[in-house]
């Protein structure tokens, strides 16, 4: 009697407040669900964090000196990681963020290649547009990693000094012009001779990543790798 009882009240609470997939939209019976298994075995995965000289880790061959680099999942226009990307930066949907960060923390944990790792830094936001947005999606990502993947993080490690509008449509160099200058270092004795793990939502041309690895590198003794939720092809 008290399991149908139970079973009434779930699905009458589904009609009231019912929770959609947010990959196709597809309702779902498990509330802790992000996205239906459908969607979830549609994700393309890189499996980079296990492989050396991955794509990832090419990108930036001349550019960072990385202990190592990777990305979860590859990233296309008009894809299901798109849908994603844009759910969790643009739509308030912080569920797929944690989502995200935990499939990153699995493949992370597993990979011997960043046992070594001391703190995770999420990639910065300046102040106003973490005002704008009201989150940072990397910091957002960084706690499913570390629900997952037990690391400290640190979020003050390294600021955005400068504020700049959105680089979506922009190439690598006009990024990377845009990117000289506008970061600076915080709390520098609690990151000096660690190895830090940055992470960011999508590596595309790397120009972000780029700055702030370097600012982070001139600390001595730093040791730095990278990870990110999407790698667009």
Known sequence: MLLHCRNTIHDFSRLLFPHYCSGCGNDLKDRDAVICYRCMSELPSTNFFSTPNNPVEKSFYGRLHLEAAGASYYFTKDSLLQVLIAELKYKQNISVGLFL?????????????????????????????????????????????????????????????????????????????????????????????????????????????????????????????????????
């Open 101 to 233: 960060g935990r499939m990153m923390g699995y493949q992370l944990m597993l990979s011997k290649r960043f046992s070594s790792v001391d703190y995770i830094i999420p990639m910065p936001l300046h102040p106003k547009k973490l005002k704008l947005r009201g989150y940072n999606q990397a910091s957002i990502i960084a706690s499913g990693i570390q629900s997952i993947w037990n690391k400290p993080i640190i979020e003050n490690a390294i600021e955005r000094t400068v504020f700049s509008k959105s680089q979506t449509k922009q190439d690598r160099l006009h990024r990377w012009e845009n990117m000289e200058g506008i970061f600076a270092l915080k709390n520098q004795s609690k990151i000096t001779h660690k190895h830090l793990l940055l992470v960011d939502d999508v590596t595309t041309t790397g120009a972000s990543i780029e700055a702030v690895g370097s600012v982070l590198q001139a600390l001595e003794g730093v040791k730095l790798s990278v990870a990110t939720a999407a790698y667009t092809v």
